[in-house]
Structure formats: C-alpha cells, structure tokens
C-alpha cells in the first residue's frame, strides 16, 4: 500500500493497546514455557510489542512510519531499562538501610562496642573532613572564577582554564595518594589526618566550583556591570555589591552541588584518613572515620554479627544518600526561590 | 566571552584613567587576591604530579627483587592496568548506545512537562557515591547476574568472552563493567542530551516540513549535529570508568590472571581497586610502589580526557 495522502493512519490508542495486548501475550507465552520471571517479562514484551507495532503500521502507514514507531519504542525501552538500575538501587538500599538505622545508630560511636555499636563517629568526621574541604575549596574556587570571568584574558587565564579541565579528570584515589605523599613527605610515612581527607577532597571540588561558579558569573548581563562604572564604582566595589549578589542564589546551588559530589566520596579517605571506632572531631589530630569508610570496613570486615555489619553498612549508604538528595534538593529550592530574574 | 571580558577590562580600565591614573587599593588587593587563587589552583595540579613523582621515584628506580611480588615495576602494573581498560571498555561500549537513547528521549521524545522530573533523576544517577554502587553490585546485581551468567557459558561459552566457568558468586568483571556502566550512563547522557537540545531549530523544523517522521529528523539533523559530543562524552565516560574505585574494589573478587573471560571467579585486578584494597595494609617499599602504578592511572586519565577535550574544543570552532 502507497503511503498517500489517503493512506490510514493508525488510531491513538495504538501504542499503549498493543504494549497491552504484547505484555499478555508474552505472559502466556512464559508461563507455556514454564520460565516465568519479571526480567523475561519485560524483554519479552518489548519484543513482542515492537514486532506487533512495525508489521501493523507498516501495513496502514507505509514502511517510513512503520520505522518511526519502532525507533520510538526502541527508545523509550532503552530509557526505561537506564531507569530500572537507579530504581532498584534507591529501593534496596531503602530496604537493606532501615532496618540498620537506629538512635543508637546515629548517636553512639563503635568505640568498645562488641556488637557493633553506632556510627556517630563516621558522623562527625564526615562532616568536618567535608567541612573542611569546602572551607578551603569554595574561597579559593570562587576567586578562580572570579578571575576568570571578570579579571579573564591571558595566558595565566587560558592555562588555568586548560588546567581546570585536567583536574576534573583526576580520578579520586589520585587525589587521596596525592595528599598522603604531601604529608607523607613532611611527617613521615603511615600519617593519617582528618585535615588529609580535606586536602585530598579539595582537589576534586574545586574544579566543580570554579566550573559551576563561572556559568552563573557568565550570565550575569554586562550592561550591570557598565551601569555600576558609568556611576564611578571601582572594579572590585562592582563585583562584590553588583556581580556577587546577582549570582547569588546559582552560586549557592553550585557550592552545595560541589559538596554533594564529594561528601560521599570513598577511596581518596581510606587511604588519608584511616578507620577509627571512637569520635575524633579534630582534624589535625589522628585517624578520622567517615560514613563512605565506614560502609565500606563494615561490609569488608564484619564483626562477629556478620548481617549486623551488613547492616550497619546498608545504613550508612542510605544515611548518605539522603544528604546527597537533600543537598541536591535544597540547592534546586534555593535556586528557584532566590535567583534573579535577568532580562 | 571574549569580547565580554575586552569591554569589561576597557572599562576598568578608562575608569582607572579618570580616577587620575591610579587604581584603588581595594582594586589592587581583590585582584591580587583572584590572581592568588588562580595561581593556586595551578600550583596545587603541579604539586600532585610533584608529589607523586618523589613518592614514586624509590619504587622506579629499585631493582625487581626489593618490589612486592619480586617482580619488575612494569610486570607489576601491566595486568592491572589490562583490568583498568577491560573494564572500562566492557562499561563505555555498553553505556554509549543507553545514553544515546536516554539523551533523545530526554531531549526530543518525552512530554514536555516530564522534562524537569527526568533531568533530576539523571542528575540524582550521577550524585549517588560509588560505596553506594559497590554495596548494590555486591549484593544485588551480583546475585542476580549469576543465572544470566550460566546461561551465556552454556550458549555462548565459544566465545572467549563468555568461556566460564561461570562464577557462582557474582564477582566478575561483567558485573564489575555493568556497575560502571550505570555509573558512567549519565555523564554521557549529560553532554549528548546538551547539544542534541542545542540543534538549529530551524535544521529540525525543515526536515519535518519536508515530510521527514521524527526518527529521519532525528537521524538527519540532531544525531549527525550531536556526533563528536557523543564522542566526547564517551571518553569522558571512559576517563571516570578508568578512575573508579570503589566499585570495582567490593565487586571483583581478583586474582592478578591477565584474561579476556568476563564471567569465571578469576578477574585481572584494576590499578585503582589494586591501591584501595593494598595501600591500609603496606609499609615502606610497597606504598612507593602503589603510588607509581598511581601515577601511571592519573597519566592514562589524563591522555583520555585531554583527547575527549581536544574534541570538545574542535567541535566548539566548527
């Protein structure tokens, strides 16, 4: 059949019918089998569905249409099966993570705990590791950008650009091997600090704030900064009173996205930090734990209740991933809340 | 941005002309402090390839004997830097087709409300840490992998990839490769879905006012338009999957064999996963020597990234 004008076209319902009606077929067809199980289901039924939908539409609609409809469904099974890996991961690891999260959980350290204990150290050195890092990560970062975009220009700006670049590559137990040589160097080998985690963290931050950092600076309109001149500003009065406050809220987004991204960080700490049982919040000052660490020494050296310490590891994932996605959330609030509208 | 940063330097500097030549102290000292910053950043990457390298230099320059294993520093590094590509390949040739699919969708195909919700989830796919991943693969994917496992060693056990025999536990390189192509799925997805979106309308509403169906549009005018940032994005995928560590370090039960079976018990280690699981325990020699199999990770990161780079950057002057 030509694909005229006249030619059919196939009815609306089509799509979500013949994912129906291939979902049933493919059920029946497992179930004869005797090999039914979810997984096979649904290759099943995409297969089916993509079968049924190319010969049908290829009969009303014309080889052209026919091969749009199978794209499209390829596509969109593509994207669900992208999405079946991070469904599954939130739900195991609300599943596996709750039963392990308790008060004690989050308030007790494992410190001559037989059985265990709680995870509050990893608490606290997760914070300050992180809270040191971006200490040293967002002043130095947001200068960078600051320079980039508005002092710009060069060879110190176009080397620093390239090597920002190289940074964002680094893979992060480089990072964490890079902090234990520095202070390897000056204190002896086998040395582990909180204040190494920092460092170690702040090298893979702070390309993501000088990146985040520079987009928001970016938009920020010229004919703003040439009013603020035109009223005798100097320079530096013009980014701090004009420039800052009208990137404010994108500037924050990006540091708290900047934190999110490392706070979970794992390799570079189990070599900087090391693995304690009893709170340490001074960072200058012997081996630190963190959650990351934490998951990962009990999952690699459970206690003598090993689904305990698998437990105990569950919770410390989900205890960050819940940081992680309320980190994220908050700095998409914040940017919708407080962001300039620029015209 | 160029011309933006010329016009903006103008008039810092016909302002410091009208200020009688001279330019306020606070001017001086904030853009010495940002100078300072950048000046900074670029100490600090020298600083890691400085340090690495004297941490490095007893472990080159000792002879065989001295290095753990008693074996030359090259015939240390070379099988774990065999399992860092393998499974870094294994994680770039399965997540570029996905992210290809999901960037479309995301840019062309799904409703438009569905557009705020979906770039989150991707987003979300990309904040999740690594020990996260490591924990599912070990006690998710793993397990659930075992049955498809046996089932290609029994039908495709020909083929040298799928040899077996298959492991029982879960803890191969397979599994290791899917973990880390989940991982890499949304850097990828991240840049095609970028430029795909920046597509000339004018390109696409052209070829739909010819006739074209969305699929020939697409194949036409958006893919042809996205191809070297596909590109990019999959060595920048394959630049994270080199680097990772946790993952693979819970995930491979490892065994220091150089072969191409993906599915049997023994895997070929990777430098990263090597590092993680030796370095709390070494003293002395050992450390040295695991700063330089370090050092030869960061330099096989590096080629990748500045090549996807170099890319990036030849599309940007087309």
Redesign the interface.
Known sequence: MNPTLESGVLPDWSTYGVVAASAVLAAALLLAAGAFSVALLLILTVLVAMVVTYTWSRRVEGP??A??RL??L???A??G???I??L??IF??AK?GIPGLSIEFLTESARGQIGGGGAAHALVGTLVITGVAALISI??????A????????GR??R??TF?????????????G??A???F??FLG??IRLGVMGSVALS?LM?PIV?RTSEEVL?IVP?HL??AS?AL?T????T??KVVLPTAFAGLITGMM?AV??I?????PL??TT??VDSINSNPFSGRMQNL?VY??SE??TPGVFKQAS?DR??AA?LT??VI??VL?LVA?LIYRRYRTEIR | ??A??????N??Q??AA??GGR??W??R???N??????????A??A??AA??L??AAPAITASSSELPGGKSLIDYIAPLAFGTVLAATIAVILAV???V??A???SH??PRRLLLPLG??V???A??????????G????GPAAVGPMRWLEEKLGFIPFFEGPASVTGRTMLVAGLVLT?MI?PIV?AVAREVFSQTPRKLQEGALALGA????M?RMTVLPFGKSSIISGAM?GL?RA?????AV??ILSVSGVVTFNLISQANPSTI?AN??LD??ES??LA?NT??AS?LV??AI??V???AA?AIIARQNIQ
């Open positions: 052209r249409r091969k749009d794209v499209t390829a596509i969109v593509a994207f099966l992208a999405l890996p991070l599954s991961l195991e690891v596996r002043p130095v970062g947001l200068m960078a600051i320079y980039l975009t508005e002092y710009g220009g110190l700006g080397a620093l090597f920002v670049d190289v940074m964002t590559g680094i893979p992060s137990i480089v990072a091997l890079f234990y040589a520095l390897a160097l080998p086998g090298v702070i000088i970016k010229n900064r040439e001149y005798g100097p320079k530096w009065r980014i701090t996205i999110a991204r706070i979970g960080e794992t390799a189990l070599v090391g693995v990351a998951a990962y999952y690699r698998y590891a569950w994932a960050l991933i992680v996605m994220n998409r | 941005m160029e933006r940063a010329d016009t903006t330097t008039a810092g016909l302002l009208a200020s330019r306020q606070g001017d000292i904030f853009s402090f940002s100078v300072a910053a950048a000046v900074t950043i670029l600090l990457l600083g890691v340090f690495l004297i941490q087709p996905l992210a699919a999901v479309l969708f995301i195909i799904a989150y989830m987003d979300l796919l904040a999740i840490p690594s020990i996260v991943y490591g924990l599912w070990i006690f998710v994917l989940v799925l997805s169906t969305r699929w020939e697409l920048l630049g080199l680097g990772e560590t946790m370090t819970i990263a590092i993680a370095f709390p003293t002395g450390i695991l700063i370090g990770l960061f990161t590096l990748t990234n500045l780079r």
